[in-house]
């Protein structure tokens, strides 16, 4: 069974520049979540969504990013314009309905100049 | 605020000691615990968890131990291998929000030959 599948795994690029990141969780998970780890820190939750709907979006940073998960599979996340400071990894994960645990994909390291 | 806390950044153990990690954390609605192991350049991945109904979960050489009244779990592993050497984070699921996790900032486990 396939995991969690990210892309792309880095992205270099200058500020006020956007960028995107896709995520496709694994089959038949249909909780998908998006977090952001700094460097030395742990994942911080971004959004979190049921099926197509994100239930929970109150750490997004809503004047730059977005977020969208047509069709309940597949999602993307956007940040326009970039800052220095978005430098991270942006990971995804998904679950289950138990939801008792959260599968990662490997990340995608985001580097802002 | 940082709900959960690893306040030990690093560890060193020897190869076939115990490798005991730390875990604290302050919100009394969290049900449910978990143990991610991070290797670089990939995402975290699951490797044990409790329920808060629990005091001990035990899967191989992976012990985690829940102590409800002092807030407070530990990871054992014995004995500990160089391959366990990673990134270790704790998480924490509140009974009222969903499956999203709160992180700790992790700790670094080096096992030594």
């Not at chain 1, 969504?49 to 999602?75: I, M, T």
Request: aromatic share 12%.
């Amino acid at each position: 069974e396939a995991g969690v599948v990210q892309s792309p795994r880095y992205k270099i690029i200058e500020k006020k520049q956007p960028v995107a990141f896709w995520c496709n969780p694994i089959s038949g998970h249909n909780t998908l979540y998006w977090y952001r780890q700094n460097l030395g820190q742990g994942p911080e939750l971004l959004i979190r969504y049921e099926n197509e709907e994100a239930v929970d979006d109150s750490q997004l940073p809503k004047d730059r990013f977005s977020a969208e998960r047509l069709k309940g599979v597949d999602s993307t996340l956007k940040i326009q314009p970039a800052e220095l400071g978005d430098s991270a990894v942006y990971l995804c994960a998904s679950s289950g309905w138990s939801g008792e645990k959260l599968f990662f994909g490997s990340g995608t390291q985001l580097s802002v100049l | 605020d940082q709900q959960v806390k690893q306040n030990s950044p690093s560890l060193s153990v020897q190869e076939g000691r115990i490798s005991i990690l730390n875990c604290d954390y302050t919100n009394s609605m969290f049900d449910y615990f978990l143990w991610y192991k991070k290797y670089p350049a990939e995402g975290p991945t699951f490797l044990i968890s409790i329920s808060s109904i629990k005091d001990k979960n035990e899967d191989g050489r992976f012990t985690v131990f829940l102590n409800k009244s002092a807030k407070h779990l530990s990871l054992h592993i014995v004995p500990s291998q160089p391959g366990d050497s990673a990134v270790y984070f704790c998480a924490a699921r509140p009974s009222n929000s969903g499956y999203a996790l709160n992180f700790g900032k992790g700790t670094s486990l080096l096992v030594t030959p």
